[in-house]
Antibody, heavy 127, light 115 residues
Framework: QVQLQESGPGLVKPSQTLSLTCTVS??????????WSWIRQPAGKGLEWIGR???????NYNPSLKSRVTISVDTSKNQFSLKLSSVTAADTAVYYC???????????????????WGQGTLVTVSS | DIVMTQSPDSLAVSLGERATINCKSS????????????LAWYQQKPGQPPKLLIY???TRESGVPDRFSGSGSGTDFTLTISSLQAEDVAVYYC???????????FGPGTKVDIK
């Protein structure tokens, strides 16, 4: 079955760019109609959707983060990536990648729930 | 954005008893064109990622025990654990996927413990 694994630096300095990669195994990232997403969770808090990239390469971002977020895909490596610029301590969180299952509803657009999720990686923003 | 709220924040239930978690959306997530509610439920145990339990408000994910059930429509939803087991201790989140764009949103979570 499909498995996801996040990787990247665990410590990022304030004002720098956070970069994470999610490696997909057990299936091709470019097959099927999936939304590949990033979600984060500050310690002891709830879940915040960051954004997603569709199999076609189109992206959607959380409006609150949109100006700082870029999600991209590398089909040759079966990976997708997150870049979050100008980070502050408020960006400290466990970052999850997840596969979005769902579809498209005319009038609503693309929709998805998440399964499976990666194990998550803690990113701390500190000097 | 659609804001999701959950109640209670936490609850403690005796083993074998029923646990009920409520989720409310700030606007309807029922799409009239297909009569589907765009809502999912997840379970998150300590140190683990969330696990999908239910989507379309009431469709149980494959492999999820049938003691978990989802109900509701429009703006008010419920996750019910019919007979709480020790392994059900976790935080439960609801998620709407009606409003994308602008974005997917989660409820703040409900913690379930054993009484």
């Amino acid at each position: 079955q499909v498995q996801l694994q996040e990787s990247g630096p665990g410590l990022v300095k304030p004002s720098q760019t956070l970069s994470l990669t999610c490696t997909v195994s057990g299936g091709s990232i470019s097959s099927g109609s999936y939304y590949w997403s990033w979600i984060r969770q500050p310690a002891g808090k709830g879940l915040e959707w960051i954004g997603r990239i569709y199999t076609s390469g189109s992206t959607n971002y959380n409006p609150s983060l949109k100006s700082r977020v870029t999600i991209s895909v590398d089909t040759s490596k079966n990976q997708f990536s997150l870049k979050l610029s100008s980070v502050t301590a408020a960006d400290t969180a466990v970052y999850y990648c997840a596969r979005g299952l769902g579809g498209y509803s005319y009038g609503l657009g693309g929709y998805n729930w998440f399964d499976p999720w990666g194990q998550g990686t803690l990113v701390t923003v500190s000097s | 954005d659609i804001v999701m709220t959950q109640s209670p924040d936490s609850l403690a239930v005796s083993l074998g008893e029923r646990a009920t978690i409520n989720c409310k959306s700030s606007q309807s997530v029922l799409y009239s064109s297909n009569n589907k509610n765009y809502l999912a439920w997840y379970q998150q145990k300590p140190g683990q990622p969330p696990k999908l339990l239910i989507y379309w408000a009431s469709t149980r994910e494959s492999g999820v025990p049938d003691r978990f059930s989802g109900s509701g429509s429009g703006t008010d939803f419920t996750l019910t654990i019919s007979s709480l087991q020790a392994e059900d201790v976790a935080v439960y989140y609801c998620q709407q996927y009606y409003s994308t764009p602008p974005g997917i949103t989660f409820g703040p979570g409900t913690k379930v413990d054993i009484k």
